[in-house]
């Protein structure tokens, strides 16, 4: 596999140094680069299957929030949410296939997978990063709904949450900019070979600033946006409860009993939606609070790396399946979603 990834290869090389079973075992757990080849396979096909599922969902969720209106500030932010979603699987389709592809049949030309990573990262960063802030919105705006239910509607206006939107893709937007007008890439010739490479340059200011970037639009976003969610999210579940009970034990007019239905309708679909972001969202934020601690957890560390490059691609996958089942909870639990989505796409069924 003369034109496999760089990184692979380089870890194969130094983790050689460290440890060695049957002539075959490296890395910090000791597994051949074929085992790594073929984990890494397994998981990027598991990821591929989940995004390429979870396209059509997320556009199916796109047109039918469209088509219900944007009246409510709850779909703007489930809207957001699906854009935020398409994107980030659509990027991972476009990396796991030119991750799985055969490089060997490419003879001249090559682009090492470390540094195709590198250059898609930004797109992966910037989609989740919005899909986050979207969730977090989600959970503040329905915990409002449930504290002050009077005054939401005066609180969120929808330009009031169209412009945290706008601010939110204005982080994404920066994140993109800053991270491609940074990328520095090369081409090189292979010594003895015919094939020439599209390689990063790894300046230091070029390691300087993904770093920045990740922090200051992935990571940051990101955790603030699960501690919001996760605390809005208790909060929530608790005041559902309690607002069960109330409706069990107290006599109120049955006009103002449909309206808290309806509200209690949407609450559930927000909570199942914060509830599968935060427990999907959990392995990347262990990963993310790991590397915090220990700088040494990263994919290019030559001890920890392939290691870290798995558990990686774990968190995708559990991430993968937060963007691609949210299209079942609004089926479940919202009946305006349900019609539209039933008069939009099962007409033929209907007739």
Known sequence: MAARSRFAASSNLL????????????????????????????????ILGLGSFGVLPNVANIIVFAKMGFAETINIMFCVLSVADLVYLSVNIIS???????????????????????IMNPWTWASFGLGSCAT?????????????????????????VSAAIIF????TLANLVQSYATMNLQWVTIPGTNQTGLVMNYSAYFQQMIVIAMFAFSVVPSLTSFIVT?????????????SAQWRKSSTVDVKKIRVSNKEVKVIRSAVLVCIVFIVCFTPNVCLVVASIIQPRLHIADIYFGPFMYILFYIAYIFQSISSSFNIFIYLKTSSRYRETFMLM????QKK
């Open 15 to 46: 983790l050689s140094n460290i440890s060695h079973v049957d002539g075959e075992g490296y890395g910090f757990f000791a597994f051949s680069l074929k085992s790594f080849y073929t984990l890494e396979y397994i998981l990027t096909s598991i």
């Open 96 to 118: 796991t296939i030119a991750i799985n592809l055969n490089f060997e049949s490419v003879q001249t030309v090559f682009i090492d997978i470390y540094d195709l990573t590198l």
């Open 136 to 160: 977090a919105l989600i959970a503040v705006e329905r915990s409002v709904c449930i504290a002050l239910p009077l005054k939401v509607k005066r609180i969120f206006t929808r330009k009031r």
């Open 168 to 171: 939110f893709f204005g982080l």
């Open 230 to 242: 996760s605390v809005g999210t208790v909060f929530l579940v608790v005041k559902l409860n309690q």
């Open 345 to 348: 796409f099962c007409r033929a």
